[in-house]
């Protein structure tokens, strides 16, 4: 009996070194999968650059942050899952330009990623080890 003790001891404790790791790996591959959404977000806008000679969504100061609405227009499938995602372009004749932003729901870690049209990539809170 004593030995059963001291096996469910051992295990406790590699559980309790193990699980920090294990949910830092999870929230990189969701971090990732953001940065994958927003490049694939600026591919799709260059597209749209090319047919219409301005950026999604139309207009000065345009913004749209439906996902369903952006998949259609963009011809996306990007799926709602632990992000949320809008896109914000200035079509003026002085400036083209788009930012597309995802921001995480359902996490104790509120963060948000952001692309520009020139592929830069900006993370809040500022300094995040999980942007690159």
Known sequence: MFEMVIVVVILGILVSMAMPKFAKTIEDAKNKEAIAALKLIRTAERMYYIDYDEYYPHGTGGAENNLNT?????????????????????????????????????????RQITIDRDGNLTCSPSGATYCP
Not at 70 to 84: P, V, Y
Not at 88 to 104: C, D, E, I, Q, Y
């Open 70 to 110: 952006i998949n259609r227009d963009l011809n996306l499938a990007l799926e709602s899952g632990d992000w949320t995602y809008s896109i914000t372009s200035s079509n003026s004749a002085t400036s083209l330009s788009f930012t597309a932003t995802a921001k995480r729901t359902l996490s104790a870690r509120q």
